[in-house]
């Protein structure tokens, strides 16, 4: 992310007027998302800047696709934004993984204890 600092040049500085600053966040993933959000609820304009096209839009995806799953720090950032509750009433809990071992066999990895999600 590139911040507009005063002419300290300490980007710890903030500027007497967020309204006038704007902010380019680079990258859409996770972090920049989330650097976005924040920083849209300190009052500051933002420009968010991504380099892949949006997959919703595209008639394939190649790649292996994956669970996107939460812990606690990631829980504490949506808290932060105002979110949680409502990614938590879209989500299911895990209870593990499993593991594919390359003669085909297959065994659960529980990611806590008795029925710990």
Same mark, same amino acid.
């Given at each position: 992310a590139v911040v507009s600092t005063q /002419? $300290? @040049?300490d980007p /710890?500085? *903030?500027?007497s007027s967020t309204e006038? $600053?704007?902010v380019a966040v680079i990258g859409a993933g996770l972090v920049g998302s +989330? $650097?976005?959000c924040m920083l849209a609820q300190r009052g500051y304009n933002v420009d968010l800047y991504e380099y892949r096209s949006d997959i919703r839009k595209q008639d394939a995806v190649? @790649?292996?696709s994956i669970n996107m799953t939460i812990a606690i720090r @990631? +829980? %504490?950032a949506l808290q932060r934004i105002g979110i949680k509750d409502t990614v938590l009433d *879209? /989500?299911?809990p895990l209870y593990g993984r499993m593991i594919h071992n +390359? %003669? @085909? /066999?297959t065994y659960p990895v529980p990611y806590g204890v008795k029925d710990q999600a």
């Amino acid at each position: 992310a590139v911040v507009s600092t005063q /002419s $300290t @040049g300490d980007p /710890s500085a *903030k500027m007497s007027s967020t309204e006038e $600053t704007t902010v380019a966040v680079i990258g859409a993933g996770l972090v920049g998302s +989330l $650097t976005a959000c924040m920083l849209a609820q300190r009052g500051y304009n933002v420009d968010l800047y991504e380099y892949r096209s949006d997959i919703r839009k595209q008639d394939a995806v190649q @790649g292996r696709s994956i669970n996107m799953t939460i812990a606690i720090r @990631g +829980l %504490d950032a949506l808290q932060r934004i105002g979110i949680k509750d409502t990614v938590l009433d *879209k /989500s299911i809990p895990l209870y593990g993984r499993m593991i594919h071992n +390359l %003669d @085909g /066999s297959t065994y659960p990895v529980p990611y806590g204890v008795k029925d710990q999600a």
